[in-house]
């Protein structure tokens, strides 16, 4: 009897609505990466994910000027006002997509005239549509978790990159036939998310009150998620260049190990900042850290966990998951080790800035990983294969720790410690 109160009690609370939901996004995203590798060897892998940045690109840009700021925002609205405000953030995420689309067709158009042969045939229209789908897709499951609505999310969730792995494993295909798959399957978890966005009124004067507040969050953060796709990409991109596109395949294939880890770090983000502000807002700052403090203590624990089994037989897992071909490339696990590691103690810090309002470290830490992105870029890969590569992803992923950790401290020496409500002034 205390199993199945306790069971239901779980099934009622966000947090794990928020890691199934990741469970299943990144399990699926796990299953494409294993079909397409396999399907599309080394290097037809690396040309897909090479094409993929591109969409990474656009998700970058929706994380910074749609998602951060409504993740934060959005809790903090009164009941009354919150149609309002997610009707005129679907407003600026409809005109992203369209922009997007455009940019995609005509940058694809372009490049194909300057550069004849760059751009496969065909590839541009499905890559254009998969960006949208996947924008759609996104927003929706943010929205939802940003009104403490995860079942819905999560059911979003199943049908988009469950149809997604069902269409690749029953049809497979080229990257274009697996670019439209995207686009397709995303279109059927938007299909449930039309009663969930019924409710929501958009108004001009209502999305000229809210595009301020809106955009001194997004200010900093939209400027720090397009570096961050830079510095985090731009030495892949130099990799492939360099090193042939079979090293863009490798790293990817092998970063695939830990997709739980990735599971548990992006559930955290779809939770803990919602969370984080609400509490920020009832109880002050010092019941914030406590419960930062305790979430990152769980969550770290199971981390390391899967990273020390990652690591037990690298060759073996690849061998198992992509066939032939990839073993060679198992030293960079030991890499994606402490990337990971990195990544995971940013969350913390991210979520407690969020919480306060406090953007500006965003891009400052974004912009000193730029600076060595650009820098080393074509010097680690040239001069160091892919170990330089791979040292290079490591600073990349280091170096918000450190600037973000320090602005935080500067802001707790500067904030008074008793537990009362925060008092936030907008856009700091």
């Known amino acids: 009897m205390r199993f199945i109160v306790r069971a239901r009690s779980l099934s009622r609370h966000p947090l794990s609505w928020a890691l199934a939901d990741q469970a299943v ?14 399907q599309l060897g080394v290097e037809g892998f690396g040309l897909f ?3 993929w940045l591109v969409l ?5 840009l929706q994380g910074g000027l749609i998602i951060a700021p409504m993740m934060s925002i959005g809790p903090k609205q009164e009941p009354e006002r919150r149609d309002a405000y997610y009707g005129a953030v679907l407003a600026c995420q409809l005109a992203l997509v369209a922009g997007a689309g455009a940019l ?11 550069v004849p042969g760059s751009v496969p045939a065909g590839l541009a229209p499905p890559l254009a549509a998969a960006c949208a789908g996947d924008q759609m897709q996104e927003f929706a499951r943010r929205l939802f978790f940003s009104q403490d609505r995860p079942r819905r999310a999560f059911l979003v969730d199943v049908t988009t990159y469950g149809s997604r792995t069902v269409l690749l494993l029953a049809l497979g295909g080229d990257a274009a036939q697996a670019l439209w798959f995207v686009f397709l399957s995303s279109l ?3 299909g449930l998310t039309v009663h969930g966005l019924a409710g929501l009124r958009f108004t001009r004067a209502g999305l000229l009150e809210i595009l301020p507040r809106q955009w001194r969050f997004a200010r900093w953060t939209v400027g720090s998620a397009l570096l961050e796709w830079g510095s985090g990409h731009l030495i892949v ?15 990817r294939a092998t970063t695939n190990i830990f997709a739980p880890v990735q599971v548990l770090i992006q559930a955290l983000n779809n939770i803990v900042p919602v969370r984080a502000a609400a509490l920020l807002a009832q109880a002050g700052e010092v019941a914030l850290v406590r419960y930062l403090t305790r979430t990152t203590a769980l969550a770290g624990a199971v981390g390391l966990t899967v990273l020390a089994a990652g690591t037990a037989f690298p060759a073996r897992i690849l061998l198992l998951l992509y066939g032939p071909g990839y073993e060679p490339y198992a030293h960079l696990v030991y890499w994606w080790v402490a990337i990971y590691a990195a990544g995971f103690l940013q969350f913390p810090l991210a979520a ?23 820098v080393s870029a074509w010097i680690l890969p040239r001069w160091f294969g892919l170990d330089g590569t791979m040292f290079g992803i490591l600073v990349t992923r280091a170096a918000p720790v450190l600037v973000l950790g320090l602005f935080l401290a500067g802001w707790w020496r500067r904030t008074a410690l008793p537990a009362h409500p925060a008092r936030i002034e907008e856009g700091a």
């Open 49 to 51: 994910m090479l094409a």
């Open 56 to 60: 990474l690109f656009f998700r970058s």
């Open 237 to 251: 991109l130099a990799a492939g260049g360099v090193l042939g596109t079979a090293a863009v395949g490798a790293i």
């Open 352 to 374: 407690a800035l969020s919480a306060i309002e406090l953007t500006r470290p965003f891009f400052v830490s974004i912009l000193c990983e730029a600076v060595f992105g650009i």
């Open 188 to 190: 059927l978890g938007m």
């Open 25 to 38: 996004a990144s399990g699926a995203n796990f299953l494409t990466i294993v079909i397409l590798a396999r």
């Open 104 to 114: 995609v067709l005509g940058g694809a158009w372009l490049l194909a005239l300057l």
